[in-house]
């Protein structure tokens, strides 16, 4: 008999087969790799820039310490800073430009000497011209004289000689008219030799004349060199002496400094030196006084034959010329009604200058003059000891030039003022006021005036005369400075000049497995990868280009840069940054 299940086995080997089939997990399909980011970089042909570059130290083509070629009591010399025009000259000594007078000592003595050498000449050319009338008028004629006496006295002689043959006379008077005749003889040999002799004295003050003018040349030349005098354009570096010490030719009272051209030097290895030896020019760069960047192209003047014991390198030397250069006004766009000015000067300097406190002196260039006659420029906003203010507001104040005028250090002349409206009445002197209390008495000021007052310089105005400006600012400022200065840096780039035209990629950009060089294209969201042959730089420093060699190469190319070395061929990408 066969056994049958049973309906309720059969039921619950349903349930745990049904409860088995929905225990175990669902199959699920892997989703696609994601694009590798990458960076690309569009290949184009072109040279690429250089990361060879040098910092060049720049200093003055020229220096010198001026001095006087003779000695004496320094009257005046120029402050620093300041810049000159110096002498031109053509090669036979002819003064083309006299150029800017730096120094001067006290010239007194020197025209004294002038005049005594001129006196001595004067002396000596009439000296000279007595001897010559003498020589050619004077004697000639007594010798003339002398010769007919001469000739008097032999006629006479042989008339004698007659007479005593007939015995006529007697030999006393026959010896007398001998006698006599020797005697002519003698006076018309002494003026022959007297002749000669002033022939000798005439050559002599032919000589004296040429030795006093020589003597004249000579303190003329000195007189001249009393004035110093630049022998070339440039700048005054240092001043070594002030106005009133006594210097000694040759001891050097500035340093001047040459600003245009300007040089820079720049020390080079020896392959360096040898790679830059036949190079003429080289491209530097530089930062202005207002922040902008400057490209120019600066000469190779010379790179040194030896290199430096210490540092083993050789010296090159660039010249670029130099250009003058002037800040603009500072948050002013209209500069019509804005003066500039170089100085400020306060109200009293009487003490400082030594003068009499009873004076009120104004700088003489700060004086402007116009149909209703002398004014200057008094700083409204500015008080001695305060803090200067960046601009200043400036109105004129009216004055009556005196006579006096004093000088300051050689440089600066001070004339003595009487501000209009004021009482210059000796009743109204306040000979008891302190000079911080009220301004001379010769001078009272109307109230905007006061001890502590201070007067711009000189201005300088734009499109207009200083006389005929109308503004009410001045702008204190240093004047005009130059593009380049002793001390700057500048960066020079030392590559060749040579590099071919090709296409150059970053070293990053290149993939390099078993000896052969690959790069990566960005192809259809795809990277391809590309054999390429590499042409080595010299150096190759971090972030220099390199340039690479292939017929598959166009220009307009993708070259992945950034993530190649995680790359395969066919590998999808997404571009994430492009450049070109």
Not at 120 to 143: G, N, Q
Not at 293 to 308: G, K, P, Q
Not at 387 to 414: A, T, Y
Request: hydrophobic content about 40%; proline content about 6%.
């Amino acid at each position: 008999m066969t056994n049958q299940p049973s309906a309720g086995m059969t039921l619950a080997l349903c349930v745990a087969l049904s409860t088995l089939t929905a225990c175990q997990p669902e199959a699920r399909e892997l989703a696609p790799k994601a694009p590798r980011p990458v960076t690309t970089l569009r290949l184009e042909k072109g040279i690429p820039e250089s990361s060879n570059y040098a910092t060049a130290n720049v200093s003055s083509w020229k220096t010198e310490n001026l001095g006087f070629e003779v000695s004496g009591r320094l009257q005046w010399v120029i402050e620093p800073s300041k810049n000159i025009k110096g002498t031109v000259s053509t090669p036979e000594g002819e003064v083309l430009q006299l150029g800017t007078p730096l120094a001067q000592i006290d010239p007194a003595r020197y025209l004294i000497a002038v005049d005594s050498a001129l006196a001595d000449l004067e002396v000596a050319k009439l000296k000279e011209e007595s001897i010559r009338i003498r020589l050619e008028e004077s004697l000639p004629v007594e010798i003339e004289s002398a010769t007919a006496n001469l000739e008097l006295a032999r006629t006479e002689l042989e008339r004698m000689d007659l007479l005593v043959q007939q015995n006529s006379i007697s030999r006393s008077e026959f010896d007398q008219a001998e006698n006599l005749l020797q005697i002519r003889d003698a006076d018309l040999k002494a003026l022959l030799a007297n002749s000669k002799q002033a022939k000798a004295e005439l050559l002599a003050a032919a000589s004296e004349i040429g030795r006093a003018e020589q003597v004249l040349k000579d303190t003329q030349r000195d007189l001249a060199n009393t004035t110093l005098y630049g022998s070339y354009n440039g700048q005054v570096a240092k001043v070594m002496v002030v106005p009133g010490s006594v210097v000694t030719a040759g001891s050097p009272v500035l340093t001047l400094q040459m600003t245009n051209p300007i040089k820079a030097e720049i020390e080079l290895s020896v392959d360096q030196s040898r790679a830059l030896r036949r190079q003429r020019s080289l491209p530097v760069s530089f930062t202005l006084p207002d922040g902008c960047e400057r490209h120019e192209n600066a000469l190779v003047y010379n790179i040194e034959s030896s290199a430096d014991s210490a540092t083993r390198t050789f010296t090159m030397t660039l010249l670029m010329m130099n250009e003058p250069f002037r800040d603009a006004l500072p948050g002013i766009e209209d500069d019509r009604h804005v003066a500039r000015a170089q100085d400020i000067w306060p109200i009293q300097l009487n003490k400082l200058i030594g003068a009499d406190e009873d004076l009120l002196l104004i700088e003489e260039t700060s004086i402007l003059r116009d149909d209703q006659g002398a004014y200057f420029y008094i700083a409204e906003n500015a008080r001695l000891r305060d803090v200067l203010p960046k601009v200043f507001h400036v109105r004129k104040v009216r004055i009556l030039e005196n006579d006096l005028r004093i000088p300051f250090l050689g440089n600066w002349i001070f004339r003595s003022v009487t501000l209009k409206n004021s009482s210059t009445s000796q009743d109204e002197s306040l000979p008891h006021a302190t000079h911080s209390e009220s301004l001379p008495s010769a001078a009272k000021a109307p109230a905007e005036v006061t001890p502590t007052s201070m007067y711009v310089g000189k201005i300088e105005t734009n499109g207009t005369s200083p006389e005929a400006w109308t503004g009410d600012r001045v702008i204190l400022e240093s004047g005009i400075q130059w593009m380049l200065r002793p001390g700057d840096l500048l960066t020079a780039n030392l590559s060749p000049n040579d590099v071919p035209l090709g296409f150059y990629v970053p070293i990053e950009a290149i993939y390099e497995e078993s000896e052969s060089a690959y790069i990566f294209i960005a192809d259809d969201l795809k990277a391809r990868q590309l054999q390429v042959e590499l042409v080595p730089a010299k150096n190759l420093d971090a972030g220099e280009m390199i340039q690479i060699v292939s017929p598959e190469l166009s220009s307009g190319m993708q070259i992945i840069v950034g993530g190649v070395h995680f790359l395969q061929d066919g590998q999808p990408i997404r571009v994430v940054h492009e450049s070109n």
